[in-house]
């Protein structure tokens, strides 16, 4: 195993959105972070909800608490009891795409799922992978089907 502070140099960034397809990208960061000897960082982005007319957001709403609960929810789902420990949650406001391509400068690599909790299911890539994959600073990995990384030993 290599010394952490080998690790801080290097840094996986993957981001998450709850979805099936952003637990197996977290679980092929890890695998890659292993082999890489790089730090896991998990990206979750929010946004306000856009609101017509006269409705408005609950004011006891807390986008970034539930943001947190569902990254809680990716790793657990992802790794159980044996999650990674250099594994490092970030929460961010704005746009997914925006905040996952501020978040990977500088990074040796992005992982993302091809396609997430909304748009059309029967397209390749999600707008979000489909943007990280065209702009992305770094190295780029997107997640397709349903197989998961040989197991950690």
Same mark, same amino acid.
């Given at each position: 195993?290599?010394? #952490?502070?080998?690790?801080?140099? +290097?840094?996986?960034? @993957? !981001?998450?959105?709850?979805?099936?397809?952003?637990?197996? *990208?977290?679980?092929?960061?890890?695998?890659? %972070? #292993?082999?890489?000897?790089?730090?896991?960082?998990?990206?979750?982005?929010?946004?306000?909800?856009? #609101?017509? !007319?006269?409705?408005?957001?609950?004011?006891?709403?807390? =986008? *970034?608490?539930?943001?947190?609960?569902?990254?809680? $929810?990716?790793?657990?789902?992802?790794?159980? $009891? +044996?999650?990674?420990?250099?594994?490092?949650? @970030?929460?961010?406001?704005?746009? *997914?795409?925006?905040?996952?391509?501020? $978040?990977?400068?500088?990074?040796?690599?992005?992982v993302v799922g091809s396609r !997430?909790? %909304?748009?059309?299911? !029967?397209?390749?890539? %999600?707008? @979000?992978?489909?943007?990280?994959?065209? +702009?992305?600073?770094?190295?780029?990995?997107?997640?397709?089907?349903?197989? %998961? =990384?040989?197991?950690? +030993?």
């Amino acid at each position: 195993m290599t010394d #952490t502070a080998d690790r801080s140099d +290097h840094r996986i960034v @993957v !981001g998450v959105d709850g979805s099936e397809s952003s637990v197996l *990208a977290l679980q092929w960061a890890a695998f890659y %972070g #292993t082999l890489l000897a790089a730090r896991l960082e998990v990206v979750m982005a929010w946004e306000y909800p856009p #609101t017509f !007319g006269w409705a408005a957001i609950a004011p006891d709403w807390d =986008p *970034a608490a539930d943001v947190q609960r569902v990254l809680a $929810e990716t790793a657990q789902a992802a790794f159980g $009891e +044996h999650a990674p420990a250099d594994m490092h949650f @970030v929460v961010r406001e704005g746009g *997914a795409a925006k905040v996952l391509l501020d $978040e990977c400068k500088g990074a040796t690599m992005v992982v993302v799922g091809s396609r !997430g909790h %909304g748009g059309f299911t !029967g397209l390749l890539l %999600g707008s @979000v992978s489909a943007n990280i994959a065209e +702009h992305a600073p770094c190295p780029v990995l997107i997640i397709h089907g349903h197989q %998961g =990384p040989p197991p950690r +030993h």
